[in-house]
């Protein structure tokens, strides 16, 4: 396959990009197609690596409304209708709605996905399901899946042990959620159990840490510094950490240092912690965003997910990523605009590094061939048009396709 003019990552020059045997092969302007060659005019378009969504939870997707809709907005009352919820779960009811999203996901140029599955539940039917959609989507996209106690692992009956079992079924990722545990020494010691797991099993960390505008939950230094003294660092995710939005100055230069020592990758969900965050301010009303743009400057990543698709957290989601970037450099105030047309970065490079991709992920040649066209010269453009992923292509094949919208104004003035 030749993909010819295309701009690959705002670069002012176009080039053409050859794909042999799934790896791209050649980057180079000017090349002629070779016989039967399939040939895909990029018309000067944008060529992305495709699109990661580091943080998402597609054993919830699609629930919204079921069984009641979440009319405070809150963190909690989305965890409480979802523990409703999820007492009539079935295999075919989770394999469903996660199929849709991921298809809905796949339209929008997503190829890799790190998704959260609640472990809380005595049967770990969504995990199950998931487990076995894994498999079945390898060649539209990669799935990382965490086991994620919803309810808390020392505050859920068997949490625990639950927490083994997913591993054993063959989790990817271990995760927690400190700052909903009953008290503080529980938090801390959830942390330190799934360190424990991680390092016994070889596995990825991502914890929710800290969603919450409460000052005082601090369970990121914790986790940190377990990171720091066992040299796990950019194998552990901290994701939201909304609280850090709320730490005085002083405490957050101190913890900073910490952070950049510990190496650990960061995650945050602009769509998701504006809307709930700042619930239970009046005014002045909080953003609800961790520190985005500080911990970018401080050379940490942070990688940037959807994490909720229309479910008791959130009813509006489309699995699109420009929505999240969209979102997000708002929220964060990153609207400089060499800061927008870079942009990009928070849901590929850094949602790569998030996700430990290595070599397999970016257009170079000898990695694999995955990219995604998109209706706009350079990133900057993209964000503002909302672009449409006119080609995904995943190891050389044409998996998902869109037309440019093409509108025709026909009043005149
Ligand atoms: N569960 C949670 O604890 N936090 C969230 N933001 C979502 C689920 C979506
Ligand atoms: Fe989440």
Not at 43 to 50: E, I, R, V, Y
């Amino acid at each position: 396959m030749l993909i010819r003019n295309v701009h690959i990552e705002n670069d002012a020059s176009a080039t053409d990009v050859r794909i042999e045997n799934s790896v791209f092969t050649c980057i180079a302007p000017f090349m002629e197609p070779h016989e039967h060659e399939t040939v895909i005019d990029g018309a000067g378009a944008l060529l992305l690596p495709p699109f990661v969504d580091s943080h998402v939870h597609l054993d919830t997707t699609l629930t919204a409304g079921q069984p009641e809709w979440n009319e405070t907005g809150t963190l909690f009352d989305g965890i409480r209708i979802w523990s409703e919820r999820k007492q009539t779960l079935s295999r075919e009811d989770v394999l469903t709605r996660a199929e849709a999203a991921i298809t809905m996901m796949a339209g929008n140029g997503i190829q890799f996905i790190r998704t959260h599955v609640d472990v809380t539940d005595p049967g770990l039917t969504a995990l199950q399901a998931l487990l076995e959609l894994k498999e079945k989507v390898r060649d539209v996209a990669d799935i990382q899946i965490v086991a994620f106690p919803q309810e808390g692992i020392l505050s859920y009956p068997r949490g625990q042990a639950l927490m083994m079992e997913a591993i054993r079924l063959g989790a990817d990722a271990v995760g927690a959620i400190p700052h909903f545990e009953f008290n503080r020494d529980y938090g801390v010691e959830s942390l330190k159990f799934i360190m424990d797991l991680a390092e016994q099993h070889g596995l990825l960390v991502d914890v929710h840490c800290d969603e919450i505008d409460d000052p005082s939950s601090r369970n990121l230094e914790v986790l940190a510094t377990l990171a720091y003294e066992r040299d796990m660092g950019p194998r552990v995710t901290a994701s939201h950490t909304t609280a850090l939005g709320s730490y005085n100055d002083a405490y957050a230069c101190k913890l900073f240092r910490l952070l950049s020592m510990s190496g650990m990758n960061f995650v945050s969900n602009p769509l998701v912690n504006m809307h709930l965050g700042g619930r239970f301010d009046t005014y002045p009303k909080r953003r609800g965003l961790t520190r985005v743009k500080e911990l970018t400057e401080a050379g940490i990543n942070v990688s940037f997910g959807e994490d909720d698709i229309q479910d008791p957290w959130s009813p509006l989601g489309a699995g699109n990523m420009l929505d999240v970037v969209h979102m997000g450099v708002y929220a964060a105030q990153l609207m400089g605009y060499t800061q927008i047309k870079e942009s990009y970065r928070y849901a590929t490079h850094n949602g790569a590094h998030t996700l430990n991709l290595g070599d397999d992920y970016g257009i170079a040649v000898g990695r694999p061939a995955n990219c995604i066209l998109l209706d706009a010269p350079n990133f900057f453009d993209a964000l503002n048009t909302h672009a449409v992923v006119l080609t995904n292509i995943r190891e050389g094949r044409i998996i998902a396709q869109s037309h440019s919208p093409n509108t025709v104004v026909s009043c005149t003035f």
